[in-house]
T-cell receptor, first 118, second 114 residues
Framework: GAVVSQHPSWVICKSGTSVKIECRSL??????MFWYRQFPKQSLMLMAT?????????EQGVEKDKFLINHASLTLSTLTVTSAHPEDSSFYIC??????????????FGPGTRLTVT | AQKVTQAQTEISVVEKEDVTLDCVYE???????LFWYKQPPSGELVFLIR??????QNEISGRYSWNFQKSTSSFNFTITASQVVDSAVYFC???????????FGTGTRLQVFP
């Protein structure tokens, strides 16, 4: 089946620094990828929709200048958390769309990246 | 507006018991897709099932079964003869034809004790 990878799987950074998280579709091309954030014991909340070759679409309440998304190729989207603060500590999950033979789209999730800001 | 409600926050059962996880959804769209995902402690989401709004047939896959009822906007998930390995957080999710976004419920944490 389709595989989506994320790198790194976990990262610890100091407050004020920036962290980049990569999301790759390993065996298919994904024109659309999504970024989710999940705080402990909470649900997944969509942060933004990343479209290859165009600007990302952010959900209400998500700061686009803080969470920079770049979808430069059909297999790679990156999320950069700029000037990270402890409240940005969370589990970040990406997903990618793959058209299925039935004409629908299936969404495949990456394994997630756990960010801890100290 | 789209919404998914999982009223059960946590469920604890003893191994071999049957357990049903409830999911109620809201949408005005006539074409939509419903999903169940499992999230074990590792954090990686595991896809369990996708059901479209035109297919109300219930489905069984091994110890898992799903009951889709449009009349009550529910898509419940039953695990038969639960096992310790079933311990995880289970999410119900909704996607409509008009949008590619997945709307997740708040999840139900299932603990199966030996």
């Amino acid at each position: 089946g389709a595989v989506v990878s994320q790198h790194p799987s976990w990262v610890i950074c100091k407050s004020g620094t920036s962290v980049k998280i990569e999301c790759r579709s390993l065996d298919f091309q994904a024109t659309t990828m999504f970024w989710y954030r999940q705080f402990p014991k909470q649900s997944l909340m969509l942060m933004a929709t990343s479209n290859e070759g165009s600007k990302a679409t952010y959900e209400q309440g998500v700061e686009k200048d803080k969470f920079l998304i770049n979808h430069a190729s059909l297999t790679l989207s990156t999320l950069t958390v700029t000037s990270a603060h402890p409240e940005d500590s969370s589990f970040y999950i990406c997903s990618a769309f793959l058209p299925s033979p039935s004409g629908t789209y299936e969404q495949y999730f990456g394994p997630g990246t756990r960010l801890t800001v100290t | 507006a789209q919404k998914v409600t999982q009223a059960q926050t946590e469920i604890s059962v003893v191994e071999k018991e049957d357990v049903t996880l409830d999911c109620v959804y809201e949408t005005r769209d006539t074409t939509y897709y419903l999903f169940w995902y499992k999230q074990p402690p590792s954090g990686e989401l595991v896809f369990l099932i996708r059901r479209n709004s035109f297919d109300e047939q219930n489905e069984i896959s091994g110890r898992y079964s799903w009951n889709f009822q449009k009349s009550t906007s529910s898509f419940n998930f039953t695990i038969t003869a639960s096992q310790v390995v079933d311990s995880a957080v289970y999410f119900c999710a909704l996607r409509t034809l008009n949008t590619d976004k997945l709307i997740f419920g708040t999840g139900t944490r299932l603990q199966v004790f030996p």
